[in-house]
C-alpha cells in the first residue's frame, strides 16, 4: 500500500509528459490545405466541331410586383431589343393588380381587361406570358395567402385562366407556361408545407384538376413548385404526387440567386441525381440573379459580368431561365433588381442580354477554359463569334489567347469588343484553315471576338 502514492504521482507526470508531447506535437505539425493553382484560359474553338443548335434558354424575363398595373408598357421598346420568348408576371391575381375576380364563393365573376393590357405589352415586345399563378383574391380566402375557402374555387380560377389565354376562341396564345405559386415556402407568401393545413401538393393537385378541365385550348405547360431555393424533399414529393394522382407535371421550377455561376450548373446536376433514372420534366429557373435582396451591384458592370458567366453555366442544362427582374418599382434608387431602371434607362446587365440577343447558329466546340475566364462559340452563315467572360475570385487580368482552327481560308473582317471597353475592326486575311489573336479582360469583364466573311 505504501507505493501507491509513487504510483499515483509517476503516472501524474507521464500524463503531463505525454500531454505536453501532444501539444508540442500538435503544434509542429501544420494543417495540409489543397490549394489548386490558378489555371489561365487558353481558348481554341474548332469552327468544324458542332454541338448542335444554341437553345437561347436566357431569353426569359421576370417581373416582380412592383406596381399595381401596367408596369411593363414602358419597356416594350428596350425589351424587343432583347428578343425575349418569355416574360413571366407575378401577383397576377391579386385584387390590387388586376382585379380578375369578383363575386364570392361558388359565384365568381373574371375580368381579364387589366392583366389582358400587360399580356399585350408582352407580345408586343415578341414574348409570350408566363404566369405565376397566385396570390388568391379576397373571394376565395380571408389573406392571399391563406387557404382558400373552397378548394373547388381555385380550381375554378386556374380552368378559365388557362381558357381565357390559351384558348382558341380566346387569346389563343401557344405554348403558356402556368406555374402553380410563387415561392410557397417562405413565410411572405404562405409558408406552405407538403402537408398539414396549409399543403401544396393540395393547391397544385387543384390547379392541376382545372388544368385538365381546361377545353378548346393550345399547347400550355403546368408546373412548379417555384421554391426559393432548390430543395430535393420539395422536388421529388411534388414529382412522386403528381405520378401517384395522374396529375399532369410538365415542368419543374426553383429560383437561384447566387454569386457564384458554378452554383447554377451544380444545382441542375443534383436534380438529376435525386432523380436517378426517372424521366425529369422540364427545368426551369424562374427567377434567377445574384442576390435575393436589393443591392447596388445590380447596378454596376460587374452584374454584367455574372450574367454571361451564369448563363455559361447553364448552357445546354435548363429549358428556360427568366432573369429577375426587368425593371425597378419607383423610388429605389440604384438597388433594385431591375436591368432597367424605373424610368426605362437600361443599367450594364441590359447590355449583358443586348449581346446575348446576337448569339444563335450552332455551338462550336471550345476548349482551354480558365479558373474564372470561361465562354463559348457559335457558328452561323458567314459568322463565328466567341463570347468569353472573366468573372469569379481571385480573378486576374488576362490576356485570353484565342486559336480559331477549321475556318475558310480568304479575307474576314474580325472584331474584338470588351463591354464598357475597348473595340478594334480589322481585315485580315486567313490561310491554313485558322487564326490566333489575343483578347485583354480584366476582372469582371466580358468580350468577344466575332468573325465575318
Not at 87 to 93: A, E, S
Not at 398 to 409: A, H, N, Q, R, Y
Not at 436 to 447: M, R
Request: with cysteine; charged share 15%; glycine share 10%.
Amino acid at each position: 500500500m505504501k507505493y501507491i502514492p509513487v504510483m499515483i504521482i509517476v503516472n501524474i507526470t507521464l500524463a503531463v509528459i505525454i500531454w505536453f508531447l501532444l501539444r508540442l506535437l500538435s503544434i509542429q505539425i501544420p494543417q495540409i490545405f489543397v490549394q489548386i493553382p490558378y489555371q489561365p484560359a487558353n481558348i481554341v474553338v474548332d469552327v468544324a466541331n458542332s454541338k448542335g443548335p444554341l437553345h437561347p434558354f436566357w431569353r426569359g424575363f421576370s417581373q416582380g410586383g412592383e406596381e399595381t398595373g401596367g408596369m411593363l408598357s414602358p419597356t416594350v421598346g428596350k425589351m424587343q431589343a432583347l428578343k425575349p420568348t418569355y416574360v413571366r408576371l407575378d401577383h397576377i391575381f391579386d385584387d390590387e393588380y388586376y382585379g380578375v375576380v369578383s363575386g364570392s364563393s361558388g359565384n365568381l365573376k373574371f375580368n381579364w381587361s387589366r392583366l389582358d393590357r400587360e399580356v399585350e405589352a408582352i407580345q408586343a415586345m415578341g414574348a409570350k406570358p408566363f404566369f405565376s399563378l397566385g396570390y388568391f383574391p379576397s373571394a376565395l380566402a380571408r389573406t392571399r395567402i391563406d387557404a382558400p375557402y373552397n378548394w373547388a374555387d381555385w380550381t375554378s380560377l386556374v380552368r378559365a385562366t388557362i381558357e381565357h389565354y390559351s384558348g382558341v376562341r380566346a387569346k389563343n396564345i401557344a405554348g403558356v407556361y402556368y406555374e402553380v405559386w410563387n415561392e410557397p415556402n417562405l413565410e411572405v407568401f404562405g409558408k406552405w408545407g407538403r402537408g398539414g393545413s396549409k399543403n401544396y401538393l393540395s393547391m397544385y393537385e387543384f390547379a392541376s384538376l382545372g388544368a385538365q378541365a381546361a377545353t378548346g385550348v393550345q399547347q400550355f405547360y403546368l408546373g412548379g413548385p417555384a421554391t426559393g431555393e432548390l430543395y430535393q424533399n420539395w422536388m421529388i414529393d411534388l414529382y412522386n404526387f403528381c405520378q401517384t394522382r395522374n396529375l399532369r407535371l410538365d415542368f419543374l421550377s426553383w429560383h437561384v440567386y447566387s454569386q457564384d455561376p458554378n452554383r447554377f450548373s451544380r444545382e441542375v446536376a443534383a436534380l438529376y441525381s435525386w432523380f436517378g433514372n426517372k424521366s425529369v420534366p422540364r427545368l426551369v429557373i424562374s427567377e434567377w440573379g445574384p442576390t435575393p435582396e436589393k443591392s447596388t451591384s445590380y447596378s454596376g458592370n460587374w452584374a454584367a459580368a455574372h450574367a454571361m458567366a451564369v448563363v455559361r453555366q447553364l448552357l445546354d442544362l435548363v429549358n428556360l431561365a427568366t432573369v429577375f427582374e426587368i425593371k425597378d418599382g419607383p423610388g429605389q434608387g440604384t438597388s433594385g433588381w431591375g436591368i432597367l431602371t424605373h424610368a426605362s434607362a437600361p443599367k450594364p446587365r441590359y447590355q449583358a442580354f443586348l449581346w446575348l440577343s446576337q448569339v444563335g447558329g450552332q455551338r462550336l466546340s471550345l476548349v482551354g477554359e480558365g479558373t474564372n475566364v470561361t465562354g463559348w462559340a457559335t457558328k452561323e452563315t458567314g459568322k463565328i463569334s466567341v463570347y468569353l467572360v472573366n468573372f469569379g475570385a481571385g480573378a486576374a487580368l488576362e490576356g485570353v489567347p484565342v486559336e480559331i482552327t477549321g475556318l475558310e481560308d480568304g479575307f474576314w473582317q474580325i472584331l474584338r469588343e470588351v463591354m464598357f471597353g475597348s473595340k478594334s475592326e480589322e481585315m485580315i486575311q486567313v490561310a491554313g484553315g485558322g487564326l490566333k489573336t489575343t483578347l485583354e479582360l480584366q476582372p469582371n469583364q466580358v468580350g468577344r471576338i466575332i468573325l465575318t466573311k
